[in-house]
Every structure is written in C-alpha cells, then in structure tokens.
C-alpha cells in the first residue's frame, strides 16, 4: 500500500508516522509537502499532528484551506483514504471533510496523557482489524481536542454509526472521568458518512511498538491493509 | 480603509475560557460579573475598494477563514 504524510509548516508527528508505516509496517510512504497537489500515486494520505502554520487564528484553520487539503475532496472521491490525527483531526473539521469543530479542552489545560478508547464501529476501512466494544490504549497529546457538534450533527453521526473511538475507563466504561478534554458524548474520533475518511485526536503512531508502551496504535493501519483488496480498491462499510 | 472583525462563540456554546476568567474576577474582588465571554478582534486594512464592497468581501473573509461557523459568530464593522 502506498502512503503520504502531509506536511505542513509546524507539524510534528509526520517523521513518526513515516516511521510507523515505513519501518514498523513496510509500507511505501512519502512525504507530501503542503504545496502539492498531485496526489494520485496513493492509497492513504496522513495528515500528522503539531501545529500547522502555528494553529494561528484557530487550530487548523489555515491548513484546512492549504493547496493539499484544497485536493483532498476528489483524492476522497477516487477512492482514497484520508487519516488525520490531532492536528489532522483539527484540520479535516477546518476543511469541512468531517462535521463538528475542535474546541479548546474543558479544562484549559492541554493534556499528555495515556487514554483508553472503546471501538465504537469496527466496520470501517480503518477498524476492521478490531471488534465493536474492544478497548485500545493510545496517548493523546493537545489542548483543542474538545468535540463540538449542534444536535442535528451529533444526531445523523449517531444514526450512520459515524463515531469510532470514544474515550472510557480501561474496563471499556465511557464515563465523565475517562473524557479528558470534555468532547460531547467522550468522541475521540469519527469517519465521514462513507468511512474513507478518519479523524481522531489520539496518537496511533506513538502507539506502534512495545517500546512505545503499547501497540494498539498499528490496528488502525491493520485495518487498512486489509480493506485493500485486489483491484486496488478498498472495502467500504 | 480599516475594518474591525469580531469573532464571537456562539451564544448557545460553553465558554470555558470566559468562565475561568470571570472565577479569576471573581477572586480579585469583582464579584458583579454575571458572564464573561472572550472572542477576537481583528482589524483589517484594506485598499483598492470601496466601503460596499469592503463590508461584502470582508463577509466572504469570514466565511472562508476568519470565522468556524460550526462555533463561531462574527460582526463587520467598515471604519472608513
């Protein structure tokens, strides 16, 4: 399979996840700098964390109309999958790739932690390795990870099972305690309507090695590798 | 020409910051503030247009950049 990180000025997680998908997974996988719009060569595209153009205004918000986010609709509509994780979550809300806004953590503060996320649908092209009610462990790393989504929003990402992760306690109880940043119903991540498109705050690829502390992380891109089938197309939802 | 735009979160959203800022107040003696809500201001300089014309394409600023309308309400103001 073949992979792009984007990057922008002031990412931070592009070089660990080229690691992750390079030497943990070996996969094919560029970089793609912020600028470039041809983005046919691949399967995947990763948008990393950090703070592109220093989150200057909101966070994500100019990369969300930077020339590479600017070609991921038609990238999306001939089959592509899009990752975006932290900032990448920020920026894909920002783009309008995915309903809701990422808002500054409840509690001010900006949280590194260790979290525990329930799989809430496993049957997406990037959860299919996993089961529905399955816990993974993965650290998150911000300070605007808040969801936010009005009523109609977070009522039409209920009915089509668009959220993913949600924060819970290590037994799988999504609780007030296990939601670190305060997001509406402890939503960690969601996919657009047709599941070719991932947002998520935590960090899978600082989730890729024992090292690391853990490996949860690389089920993600399980998933992928095998919702890729023969033709070169990937198996929808 | 200058223009002011502010950026407001919406009513109907929690304001975390607004609400440690008015707690802060409140520990510094002030305790009439019944609401505190913090948003953006920025002022535009513009050239080449006229004050019609600044107000709409200030709009379209907004609704391209300046603004999130998922949390976020914003004014025009045109200085002249």
């Not at chain 1, 590479?68 to 809300?93: D, H, K, T, W, Y």
């Not at chain 1, 089509?160 to 939503?187: H, L, W």
């Not at chain 1, 657009?192 to 690391?212: D, F, I, K, Q, Y």
């Amino acid at each position: 399979m073949n992979f792009g990180v984007v990057v922008f000025p002031g990412t931070w997680s592009d070089c660990d996840f080229h690691y992750v998908v390079g030497e943990v997974l070996h996969q094919q996988v560029r970089y793609v700098w912020h600028r470039d719009t041809e983005l046919g060569e691949f399967d995947c595209l990763i948008l990393p964390g950090g703070f592109s153009y220093g989150d200057y205004l909101r966070a994500g918000a100019v990369a969300g109309r930077s020339p590479v986010v600017e070609a991921l609709p038609e990238f999306v509509a001939r089959g592509g999958m899009v990752l975006g994780s932290c900032n990448g979550f920020q920026i894909l809300c920002e783009a309008k790739l995915l309903p809701g806004a990422l808002m500054r953590n409840e509690c001010l503060q900006y949280r590194c932690q260790s979290t525990h996320l329930l799989v809430e649908n496993a049957e997406t092209p990037f959860t299919r390795a996993m089961r529905t009610g399955q816990v993974l462990k993965m650290p998150i790393s911000h300070g605007e990870g808040k969801y936010y989504a009005d009523q109609d929003t977070m009522r039409r990402l209920r009915e089509k099972s668009q959220v993913v992760f949600r924060y819970c306690t290590e037994d799988g109880r999504v609780t007030r305690e296990a939601n670190p940043n305060g997001s509406m119903d402890n939503i960690a991540g969601i996919v657009n309507e047709e599941g070719t498109v991932l947002g998520m705050m935590p960090h899978p690829e600082r989730a890729a090695e024992s090292a690391m502390g853990g490996t949860d992380g690389v089920q993600i891109f399980h998933s992928l590798l095998g919702s890729l089938v023969e033709d070169g197309t990937f198996l929808k939802r | 020409m200058k223009a002011r735009v502010l950026v407001r979160l919406k009513q109907s959203i929690l304001d975390a910051q607004g609400a440690s800022v008015k707690r802060a107040l409140e520990g510094l003696g002030f305790p009439e503030v019944q609401d505190v809500r913090v948003g953006k201001v920025l002022d535009l300089e513009l050239a080449g247009v006229s004050a019609d014309q600044a107000g709409k394409r200030i709009e379209e600023m907004c609704g391209r950049l300046l603004a999130n309308p998922v949390i976020e309400d914003f004014t025009v103001e045109v200085l002249g």
